[in-house]
């Protein structure tokens, strides 16, 4: 098939039987083929998928490898043209493949894309894992069309007809990109195991002066949440050690020391804030988060060495040169149009 269609499992019974049936309804028409990659799970997943989707192609993992290392291993046994990476908890009311395709095929210099993302809970609202597309600012925090910061916005079109559809970086809760491009990035850095290694992803591959489009034209809807509730101690710790190393990876080199210690910097008062309101499992998650990025610093020195030799831009038109954090707490600005 030109399109796999590839849905990361770790005990989700309930939520294949929910919303696998629509993935599998709005994808009959399109070439492409639906696979579940499970991450050794303990329940009936695979139980499931065998007496309920036994159209399905499975391939089971030997333990739980996470996000990244999950759909390495996954993707390295699937031979198309085009992946897209779909959660198990995202349902279809229409085809959100075909529109994706149609754009990778019509631009040459695209890697990736996004469809529009929308909220299962409030179907009128965005979603917080992508919403109209994904940006990041110059300290690593990143934010969307439609959603900056926890401030989500309603849907009512205001992003459907953007003059330039390029953003920085799709969601992995559903993203296309073209099989070629992934491999000869090494996919996703697997140290991550989980959270931010799609915006690391495509940090690398706009490095190397490919695009990655935001397409309106598809729409899916997402539940969130499912793995890892969001302010949840292990959420935070991987969120604040994977963007300390996605940045090191990934500046450009007269940024990379200011911009990593004012970021280090910036952890510190969150951490402060967390002890402050006797939050002390989200205080020692920001610590371990530090201490993990100290101990990786050898092999991101290795691995900032290799994608230098890669690297053909270091400057993108879509990480905001200031703070978020600033803007949206401070100046009070909340939606995107603002920035």
């Known amino acids: 098939m030109k399109t796999a269609v590839v ?24 070439d492409c083929e639906i696979i579940v990659a499970d991450n050794h799970s303990s329940d009936n997943s695979l139980k499931v998928l065998a007496e309920m989707f ?3 192609r499975v391939i ?30 995202i349902e279809l009311r229409s085809d959100a493949v075909s529109p994706l395709i149609n754009l990778l095929e019509s631009n040459p210099k695209a890697a990736a894309a996004m469809p529009k993302i929308k909220s299962l809970r409030n179907p009128e609202m965005f979603e917080y ?29 205001q992003y459907n007809s953007v003059k330039n559809n390029q953003i920085f970086w799709a969601t992995g809760a559903f993203m296309a990109i073209k099989a070629n491009v992934f491999k000869e990035m090494g996919g996703f850095d697997s140290s991550f195991f989980a959270h931010m290694e799609e915006i690391d992803l495509c940090w690398r591959i706009k490095n190397t002066g490919l695009d990655i489009l935001y397409c309106p034209e598809s729409e899916v809807f997402h539940l969130g949440g499912a793995t890892l509730k969001q302010g949840s101690p292990q959420k935070l ?26 970021r280090m910097i910036l952890d510190g008062a969150s951490s402060a804030v967390y002890l402050c309101q006797l939050q002390i499992k989200n205080f020692f ?20 060495k290799r994608l230098k030799k890669t690297a053909t831009q270091y400057y993108h038109n879509e990480i905001f040169n200031g703070s978020i954090v600033y803007r949206n707490k401070i100046k009070k600005q909340k939606i995107f149009f603002e920035f």
């Open 7 to 30: 849905i990361l499992n770790f005990n989700g019974e309930n939520l294949l039987r929910q919303y696998l049936p629509s993935v599998i309804t709005h994808t009959q028409s399109t």
């Open 237 to 262: 710790y991987l969120n604040y050690r994977n963007c300390l190393k996605m940045m090191y990876k990934n500046l450009p080199p007269k940024r990379l020391i200011p911009t990593i210690w004012f």
């Open 129 to 157: 894992a992508g919403a109209a597309g994904g940006f990041i600012d110059r300290y690593g925090y990143p934010f969307c069309r439609g959603r900056i910061l926890d401030n989500v916005e309603q849907d009512h079109g």
């Open 54 to 56: 036994p159209q399905v």
């Open 60 to 89: 089971t993992l030997d333990q739980n490898y996470g996000f990244a290392q999950g759909y390495n291993l996954a993707l390295q046994q699937i031979n198309s043209d085009y992946f897209i990476l779909c959660n198990n908890d």
């Open 285 to 304: 998650a920001v610590l371990k988060a530090h201490l993990a990025f100290y101990a990786a610093l050898p092999k991101l020195i290795k691995e900032r």
